[in-house]
C-alpha cells in the first residue's frame, strides 16, 4: 500500500514537473520571439539610418561636384574670353603696324613677332595659373568631402557599435 501510494505521489509529482517544464518552455519561447522581434527593428531602425546617412552624404557629394563644375565652366569661360580679348588686342596691333611701316616690313614683323611671342607666353602664363589654381581648389574640395565622408563613416561605425552593444546586452 505504501508503495502504490510512493508511486502514485511520484506520478503527480512527475506530471507537475513536466507541466512546470512545458510552461517554462513555452515562456522562453515567448521571450525569445520578443527578442528576436526586438533584434530585427534594432537591425531595420540601423538599416534606415545608414540608408539616411548615405543619402545625405551623398547628396553634399553631387552638390560640390556641382558646385566645382560649374567653378570650372566659369574659369573656363573667363580664359576664353581672355583669350580672345588677348588675340583680337594682338591683330589690332598687328594691322595697326603694319600700316605704318609698310616700306619697313621685315624690321616690323620681326618687331610684332617678339609681341606676339610675348603675349603668348602672358596668356599661356595665366593659362596654367588658373589652371593650377582651379586643381587647387578641386584638391581642397575633394579633401573637404573626404573628411566629411570621414566623419560620417565613424559617426555610423559608433552608433552600430552602440546599438549592436545594447542588442547584446538585451540578449544577454
Same mark, same amino acid.
Given at each position: 500500500?505504501?508503495?502504490?501510494?510512493?508511486?502514485?505521489?511520484?506520478?503527480?509529482?512527475?506530471?507537475?514537473?513536466?507541466?512546470?517544464?512545458? =510552461?517554462?518552455?513555452?515562456?522562453?519561447?515567448?521571450?525569445?520571439?520578443?527578442?528576436?522581434?526586438?533584434?530585427?527593428?534594432? /537591425?531595420?531602425?540601423?538599416? !534606415?539610418?545608414?540608408?539616411?546617412?548615405?543619402? /545625405?552624404?551623398?547628396?553634399?557629394?553631387?552638390?560640390?561636384?556641382?558646385?566645382?563644375?560649374?567653378?570650372?565652366?566659369?574659369?573656363?569661360?573667363?580664359?576664353?574670353? =581672355?583669350?580672345?580679348?588677348? /588675340?583680337?588686342?594682338?591683330?589690332? =596691333?598687328?594691322?595697326?603696324?603694319?600700316? =605704318?611701316?609698310?616700306? !619697313?616690313?621685315?624690321?616690323?614683323?620681326?618687331?610684332?613677332?617678339? /609681341?606676339?611671342?610675348?603675349?603668348?607666353?602672358?596668356?599661356?602664363?595665366?593659362?596654367?595659373?588658373?589652371?593650377?589654381?582651379?586643381? !587647387?581648389?578641386?584638391?581642397?574640395?575633394?579633401?573637404?568631402?573626404?573628411?566629411?565622408?570621414?566623419?560620417?563613416?565613424?559617426?555610423?561605425? !559608433?552608433?552600430?557599435?552602440?546599438?549592436?552593444?545594447?542588442?547584446?546586452?538585451?540578449?544577454?
Amino acid at each position: 500500500e505504501v508503495q502504490r501510494k510512493i508511486e502514485e505521489v511520484e506520478g503527480k509529482v512527475q506530471k507537475r514537473i513536466e507541466g512546470v517544464e512545458d =510552461k517554462v518552455q513555452r515562456k522562453i519561447e515567448k521571450v525569445e520571439g520578443k527578442v528576436q522581434g526586438k533584434i530585427e527593428e534594432v /537591425k531595420d531602425e540601423v538599416q !534606415r539610418k545608414i540608408e539616411e546617412v548615405e543619402g /545625405k552624404v551623398q547628396k553634399r557629394i553631387e552638390g560640390v561636384e556641382d558646385k566645382v563644375q560649374r567653378k570650372i565652366e566659369e574659369v573656363e569661360g573667363k580664359v576664353q574670353g =581672355k583669350i580672345e580679348e588677348v /588675340k583680337d588686342e594682338v591683330q589690332r =596691333k598687328i594691322e595697326e603696324v603694319e600700316g =605704318k611701316v609698310k616700306k !619697313r616690313i621685315e624690321g616690323v614683323e620681326d618687331k610684332v613677332q617678339r /609681341k606676339i611671342e610675348k603675349v603668348e607666353g602672358k596668356v599661356q602664363g595665366k593659362i596654367e595659373e588658373v589652371k593650377d589654381e582651379v586643381q !587647387r581648389k578641386i584638391e581642397e574640395v575633394e579633401g573637404k568631402v573626404q573628411k566629411m565622408t570621414e566623419r560620417v563613416e565613424d559617426k555610423v561605425q !559608433r552608433k552600430i557599435e552602440e546599438v549592436e552593444g545594447k542588442v547584446q546586452g538585451k540578449i544577454e
